[in-house]
């Protein structure tokens, strides 16, 4: 599946930017909840080595989900389970990671698989490995005031964010639209990516960036230069979640966004 190698230069970029850091910019807080740099890299780690679980030994799966569904949440257990901090952390990352994708470079892309949620396919499990990273990625990215340069391998998030348009209505009891909304992005290679029927009365345009940003949450579709017409483009766009678990809204207007870069 190209999406383990999607994936894995996803955390190869984002450990990159991480490689000449001290540890103790590692304990600074980010936009983000107040999670620190520390804190998305544990819970990246923690994820990816559960993924790998859904192919290598699903009882192991099972017992760590229950932990966390017991423990007191998964914070507590992401750190009881992943204790390392700083460099090491990001080394035992990145370790896993390349670990994870030769494991699915090489899977059924259509086997079913178990999960904390409904049971998912593989290429859906490591796609949403991609998007987690990409999405906790823009939380460093912005508190280090670095811009990132995307490639196209987020076409995998975009497609994502497409799809999950019902999921986003579902996990908040609300009625879903007949019709999605037709969307058109121009990649960041410069390539136009379209999904659904074009004349709609509903439309989102613009940066496929931007887009992604909106549907992980990491931006609020006011602080971009997406257009957005009618009715139900404009409530998606205001609420839209490409990742499970329960309704989460998004960020405020103007509250996540990149740092001034110290000189």
């Known amino acids: ?24 910019t590692f304990a600074e807080a980010t936009q983000f909840k107040g999670w620190t740099v520390n804190d998305v890299i544990r819970h990246l780690h923690f ?17 760590l989900l229950s932990a966390i569904a017991g423990a007191g949440g998964m914070r507590a257990v992401e750190l009881s389970t992943v204790p390392e901090s700083g460099q090491a952390l990001r080394a035992a990352w990145l370790k896993t990671a390349g670990e994870i994708a030769d494991i699915y470079a090489t899977a059924d892309p259509r086997a079913r698989l178990k999960w904390a949620g409904p049971d998912m396919s593989a290429r859906s499990s490591i796609t949403a490995r991609l998007m987690e990273t990409w999405a906790h990625g823009q939380e460093v ?21 497409v799809s999950t348009f019902g999921w986003t209505y579902q996990v ?17 290679s410069g390539a136009i990516w379209t999904w659904g029927e074009e004349g709609a ?36 766009m205001g ?8 309704a989460e809204p998004p960020p405020a207007p103007g509250s996540r966004f990149r740092k001034t870069k110290a000189a």
């Open 1 to 24: 599946m190209d999406q383990a190698a999607d994936f894995l230069a996803e955390t190869e970029a984002l450990a990159g930017l991480l490689a000449p850091l001290p540890d103790g």
């Open 47 to 63: 994820w990816n080595r559960a993924a790998g679980l859904q192919l290598t030994d699903e009882a192991e799966l099972v017992r």
């Open 141 to 161: 990215y912005d508190h280090l005031g670095v811009e990132r340069i995307d490639h196209d391998r987020i076409r995998n998030i975009a497609h994502l964010g």
């Open 172 to 188: 908040r009891r609300m009625e879903l639209p007949p019709v999605a909304p037709f969307v058109r992005l121009t990649a960041p």
């Open 201 to 236: 009365g509903d439309s989102v345009t613009g940066s496929a960036t931007e887009f992604c940003q909106v549907v992980t949450q990491v931006r609020n579709v006011a602080d971009t230069k997406l257009v957005v017409r009618g009715p139900v483009a404009t409530q998606w």
């Open 239 to 246: 609420m839209a979640q490409c990742f499970a678990g329960a």
